[in-house]
């Protein structure tokens, strides 16, 4: 049987697997648009901007990081304080068991509990996955970027997925 797996806030000693777990998709994937690997200084830069209203979690399972996920400020113009941008990864070795999701949930619960109002999830639309995983949870498909991205030697197309919630 598979070890329980903990969903908790990261702590600063996460960083190093939140960073490899995230960089292998920056090399290999067009889930995010970063082309050049994370530094582990940018990282630890990327956690201190995130306070209470915008948490960083982990999922663990014996002893590894083996996801994350973050809610991380939409814009920085104040009017839209209560809106924030989820992230979710999972290593790429342990797809399809339900840590996504848990990760997911566990998000919405946080943001709920900060009083936001919208979460958006902006994504490659190449990404059938992270597209099938918001609509399980509800997020609406509001909007669409075409061409916006350019990678692997191609161009890719943003879609914006929305949940709203009863914040304040
Ligand atoms: C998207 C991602 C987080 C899903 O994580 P996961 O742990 O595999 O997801 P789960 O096992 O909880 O699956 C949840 C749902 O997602 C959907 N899903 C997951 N993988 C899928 C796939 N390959 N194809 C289609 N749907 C998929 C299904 O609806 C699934 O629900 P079901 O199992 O009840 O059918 C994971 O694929 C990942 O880390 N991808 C790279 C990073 C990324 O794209 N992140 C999103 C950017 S915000």
Redesign the pocket.
């Known amino acids: 049987m598979d070890a329980a797996v903990t969903i908790r806030r990261a702590r600063e000693a996460d960083l190093p697997a939140i960073n490899d777990i995230y960089n292998h998709?920056v090399l290999h994937?067009t889930?995010t648009y970063q082309e050049e690997p994370e530094t582990i200084e940018n990282r630890c830069a990327w956690f201190q901007q995130h306070g209470e209203l915008h948490p960083v979690i982990v999922a663990e399972q014996a002893g590894e990081i083996v996801g994350w996920g973050s809610l991380s400020a939409y814009h920085r113009r104040s009017a839209y304080r209560r809106t924030v941008e989820?992230?979710?990864?999972?290593h790429h070795h342990?797809?399809?068991?339900?840590?996504?999701?848990m990760l997911l949930r566990d998000l919405i619960s946080r943001a709920r509990e900060a009083g936001h109002r919208a979460i958006i999830?902006g994504?490659d639309g190449e990404?059938?996955?992270?597209v099938?995983?918001h609509a399980?949870f509800g997020f609406e498909t509001v909007g669409q970027l075409k061409q916006v991205g350019f990678k692997f030697g191609r161009w890719l197309d943003v879609i914006y997925m929305e949940l709203l919630l009863d914040g304040r």
């Open positions: 998709y994937s889930c989820n992230s979710v990864y999972v342990r797809h399809r068991c339900g840590l996504g999701s999830a994504i990404q059938a996955a992270s099938a995983l399980k």
